[in-house]
């Protein structure tokens, strides 16, 4: 998956590990190279140590190459995605991106002098949401909301409950994959295995994606990862008037939290969403705290 999108260095180290623990790498410059091992450890030459002496250190060329490979050597082909802070490869890894943004008055036109990179690798894990299944589709399918810390699981959660409605209940299912984390679609193939009713628009934004698809694809379910901003909740709000059900995630650490995050009143006072589902990293990721209903009534811990 990071062959060819990493310097050699950090490639010749991660071939220590085991893809399967590895969550993330953080590039920073004039810093030791980080990684999410179920715990944070320094990446040496032969895999990972506690000792910062020994670690590999990231230089401004690592960074410059990381990203000219994830942009194919042409930067302003990518400028869409770069602008919005983040950048995806084939196999679905997603990287973070941080620096300099460049404004044209309230627009951000691009980031540059680019000086850390977080590279997030995808896990998928199968049947993760038969725990929670019964709640979302019984007796039949319900409005959900998956709250999620970054890094609880909430896109792979998001990813099995769509290829189980698809299987178990054979749903027309929409997906809007925003950043293209969802299906990590390449030439347009999904390279997840999200179930034969499945169908996905990527690179798009919610109110684009929800506006169109719903009118050109005739989906039962529409689902869509992390709703931010009130354009996102308008969109959710237009979907649910159309008679489709929804399932959604935001970042979120608690019912609580979710009640003060801005532009989210309508959503709860409205009880659009009939279903809550509360993650964290407790027990690792994909840690299921509790299902609820519309009312905020624990049904099940």
Known sequence: MLDGYLPSQIINALKHLSINKLNE???????????????LY???????????????????????????????NSIYAYNDDIKQGYLT?????????????????????????????????????KNCSLKILEFVTEPSIHNTLILSPPGAGKTTLLRDLAFQISQRYLQNILIIDERNEIANTINGIPQYKLG????????????????????????????????????????????LGCGVKAIA???????????????????????TFERYILLSTKNGAGTIEGVFDKNFKCLCM
């Open 25 to 39: 790498i953080r590039l920073r410059v004039g810093n030791p190279v980080v990684i999410d091992y179920g715990g």
């Open 42 to 72: 320094y990446l040496s030459s032969v895999g990972i140590t506690d000792v910062i002496g020994k670690s590999i250190i990231c230089t401004k060329d690592m960074i410059e190459y990381t990203v000219a490979q994830a942009c194919e």
């Open 89 to 125: 490869i084939p196999g679905g890894a997603r990287i973070g991106l941080a620096g300099t943004c460049v404004r044209e008055g309230p627009t951000i036109k691009t980031i540059k002098n680019i000086s850390s990179l977080n590279i997030r690798i995808p896990h998928e894990v």
């Open 196 to 239: 034969i009713f499945c169908d996905v628009m990527t690179n798009c934004t919610k109110k684009f994606g929800l506006e169109n698809g719903i009118r050109s694809m005739r989906p039962d379910v529409v689902m869509t990862d992390e709703i931010a901003n009130a354009s996102d909740v308008q969109a959710i709000h237009y979907a």
């Open 249 to 271: 995630t935001t970042h979120c650490d608690s019912l609580i939290a979710l009640k003060d995050k801005k532009d989210f009143e309508q959503l709860i006072e409205k009880k």
